[in-house]
T-cell receptor, first 110, second 120 residues
Framework: EDQVTQSPEALRLQEGESSSLNCSYT??????LFWYRQDPGKGPEFLFT???AGEEKEKERLKATLTKKESFLHITAPKPEDSATYLC???????????FGQGTRLTINP | DAGVIQSPRHEVTEMGQEVTLRCKPI?????LFWYRQTMMRGLELLIY????????DSGMPEDRFSAKMPNASFSTLKIQPSEPRDSAVYFC??????????????????FGAGSRLTVL
């Protein structure tokens, strides 16, 4: 069974304090690993798709990386507006559905 | 495009009542997904459709839950009778079926804002 585990559950940082969120996964052949951002009262918003180990993608202060067992979402010099829950999901080869982790709730204090 | 549109945004009902949640996917998308989100279990897939046909309903918790997609622009998720443990946020998401656009096989979902259901 495909599984996604995210850590930590919650992370509180000061503005400008860089850190990383972890997403560990087990999947029967990876077709894609996805990162989403979810703000309170809203639906998840797509950030990145990673397809193979060694791949990296960046968007503003966020950088996502992928290995064969895990993905990291690096946040560089975060701002309060980066506060949100970050969700990781995997799509197995031959499948269409996404399996999500529980998310990491990130709070950036000014 | 207005994105994925869900209604109602909030629903409070009493145990035993019927609940109907509605979703309008993005125009041109041919796959539609219903997810449920709770603090305990996170986001769980309930059912998904390709070209209005249900493909996988293994996540539907019980016979009390049913979903339909009568046409490409409308889907419903119905709970009858509702129970307090059904309280959750229900999300609808749509996508262009993998292989038809973008990276082959990648299924990028666009989510609606969700329907928050409270069953008393």
């Amino acid at each position: 069974e495909d599984q996604v585990t995210q850590s930590p559950e919650a992370l509180r940082l000061q503005e400008g304090e860089s850190s990383s969120l972890n997403c560990s996964y087990t999947v029967s052949g990876l077709r894609g690993l996805f990162w989403y951002r979810q703000d309170p009262g809203k639906g998840p918003e797509f950030l990145f798709t990673l397809y193979s180990a060694g791949e990296e993608k960046e968007k503003e202060r966020l950088k996502a990386t992928l290995t064969k067992k895990e993905s990291f979402l690096h946040i560089t010099a975060p701002k309060p507006e980066d506060s949100a829950t970050y969700l990781c999901a995997v799509q197995a080869a031959g499948a269409q559905k996404l399996v999500f982790g529980q998310g990491t709730r990130l709070t950036i204090n000014p | 495009d207005a994105g994925v549109i869900q209604s109602p945004r909030h629903e409070v009902t009493e145990m035993g009542q019927e609940v109907t949640l509605r979703c309008k996917p993005i125009s041109g998308h041919n796959s539609l997904f219903w997810y449920r989100q709770t603090m305990m279990r996170g986001l769980e897939l309930l059912i998904y459709f390709n070209n209005n046909v249900p493909i996988d309903d293994s996540g539907m918790p019980e016979d009390r839950f049913s979903a339909k997609m009568p046409n490409a622009s409308f889907s419903t998720l119905k709970i009858q009778p509702s129970e307090p443990r059904d309280s959750a946020v229900y999300f609808c998401a749509s996508s262009l079926r993998p292989g038809l656009a973008g990276h082959a096989g990648a299924n990028v979902l666009t989510f609606g804002a969700g329907s928050r259901l409270t069953v008393l």
